[in-house]
């Protein structure tokens, strides 16, 4: 499966922002999504994730009640909703996919990867 990652910009803190995550080439209800981010500096950090359905989300403490994973099937889109932005939340964000359904915050457990999209959030 391809990913493509896009909605990334400047923000101010308190902002909000939308990231897509386009899938193609495979059948996109039976990938486990995950969003990644990795800031200047630092290692890749899980975010968010959910599951084929939809159903069944999972949140990075320092993101739980600001960030809103979700997904469509009908549209192989993952999205990632981001409020009450911080400017500790800048980094490049990275979609992620894998076959499996079964929940995982490690980033080698993600065989397909996206682009990356920026996001600045300023103080």
């Known amino acids: 499966v391809q990913l493509q990652a896009s909605g990334g910009g400047l923000v101010q803190a308190g902002g909000s922002l939308r990231l897509s995550c386009a899938a193609s080439?495979?059948?996109?209800?039976?990938?486990?999504m995950g969003w990644f981010r990795q800031a200047p500096g630092k290692e890749r950090e899980f975010a968010a994730a959910?599951?084929?359905?939809?159903?069944?989300?999972y949140y990075a403490d320092s993101v739980k009640g600001r960030f809103t994973i979700s997904r469509d099937n009908a549209k192989n889109t993952v999205y990632l909703q981001m409020n009450s932005l911080k400017p500790e939340d800048t980094a490049v964000y990275y979609c992620a996919a894998r076959g499996i359904d079964l929940v995982s915050m490690a980033a080698g457990h993600y065989p397909y990867w996206g682009q990356g999209t920026l996001v600045t959030v300023s103080s």
């Open positions: 080439g495979g059948t996109f209800s039976r990938y486990r």
């Open positions: 959910i599951s084929w359905s939809g159903s069944s989300t």
